[in-house]
C-alpha cells in the first residue's frame, strides 16, 4: 500500500501490473481491499494486461480520517481520484465505480472527460439522481452506541458491514452526513465516453438500471443475474462483462 496527498489529505492507494490503466474506485463504507483484492478485481484486471490502480476514499480503508462533513463529497472525491492520476503521470485511464465510487466516476466523466477512456458504473442505477437513502438513519446507526441500538433494516446493515471491516465508524458517518454531489439527465447527456452500467438484478439500492442507461448516449447496460447490492461485486457475469466491455472499447 502506497500513499499520497490530495489538497492536504493523506490517501491510501494500490498500483499493480502493467498496460493499459484502470482505476477503481470502492463505494461507502468499504475500502479498496474489500472492495477490488479481496473479490478478485486486480488478479482478474491484471490476468487480462493492465495495471491496476485502486485509491482508498477519504475517510476509508487506510486513508486518513475527517470527522467533519464538509470534507466530504462526491466532487471533491473525483477530485483525489484526478490527483491519484496526476501523482502517478496517468494522463487517460479506464475507471470503475461501485456504488458511491459509480458516483465519483459519473461525475469524472461529466467533469473532465479527456481523463478517461471509459467509465464502468457498478451498483448504481438510476438512483445516480437521488441522493443517497436513509442517509440520516445509516449517519446515526452508525455512531449508535451498539448495533442493537440501530432499528432501521438499511442502517443496521452498514453498521454491521463497517463493524465486519474494521472501518471508522465515526468517518463513515461523517461522510454519510455530507449532501450527495447529484447529477440530472442533462448533466448524463453530455457523457460522451463509452459508459457500461452494471447492476444486479436482486439490487434494491441502486435504483432501475435500464432508466440510468437511458439517459447516457451510447451507454451499455450489463444485469448481474440473481445478485444483490452486495453480493454483485465480485460476480463471474460482472467481471466478464467488465473484460469484453474493455476490450470493445477504442
Not at 27 to 53: E, M, Q, Y
Not at 60 to 86: C, Q, R
Not at 181 to 197: C, F, G, H
Request: aromatic share 6%; charged share 25%.
Amino acid at each position: 500500500m502506497s500513499t499520497f496527498h490530495s489538497d492536504g489529505i493523506e490517501l491510501a492507494f494500490r498500483d499493480e501490473g502493467e498496460g493499459d490503466p484502470i482505476l477503481l474506485i470502492h463505494g461507502f463504507a468499504s475500502s479498496l481491499d474489500v472492495n477490488w483484492v479481496g473479490p478478485g478485481w486486480f488478479d482478474t484486471l491484471k490476468r487480462d494486461g493492465r495495471r491496476v490502480i485502486a485509491i482508498d476514499n477519504r475517510g476509508h480503508g487506510a486513508s486518513e480520517k475527517l470527522y467533519d462533513p464538509a470534507f466530504y463529497g462526491a466532487d471533491l472525491m473525483a477530485g483525489d481520484a484526478f490527483n491519484l492520476l496526476d501523482h502517478l503521470g496517468i494522463d487517460q485511464a479506464d475507471v470503475m465505480g461501485y456504488s458511491m465510487g459509480a458516483r465519483i466516476t459519473a461525475l469524472m466523466a461529466i467533469k473532465r472527460p479527456e481523463r478517461l477512456r471509459s467509465a464502468i458504473l457498478g451498483g448504481m442505477g438510476e438512483g445516480l439522481l437521488r441522493g443517497a437513502p436513509n442517509a440520516q438513519a445509516i449517519a446515526e446507526g452508525l455512531v449508535a452506541p451498539s448495533v442493537d441500538d440501530v432499528p432501521h433494516p438499511m442502517a443496521k446493515m452498514f453498521r454491521k458491514f463497517a463493524e465486519a471491516t474494521g472501518a471508522d465508524r465515526k468517518a463513515l458517518s461523517a461522510c454519510m452526513r455530507m449532501q450527495r454531489s447529484l447529477v440530472d439527465e442533462a448533466m448524463l447527456a453530455t457523457i460522451k465516453v463509452p459508459v457500461l452500467v452494471a447492476v444486479g438484478t436482486e439490487d434494491e439500492v441502486s435504483g432501475d438500471l435500464d432508466a440510468l442507461v437511458a439517459l447516457i448516449p451510447g451507454a451499455e447496460a450489463l444485469p448481474i443475474p440473481r445478485r444483490d447490492h452486495n453480493r454483485a461485486v465480485g460476480d463471474k457475469v460482472y467481471k466478464e462483462g467488465v473484460l469484453s466491455f474493455l476490450g470493445r472499447r477504442p
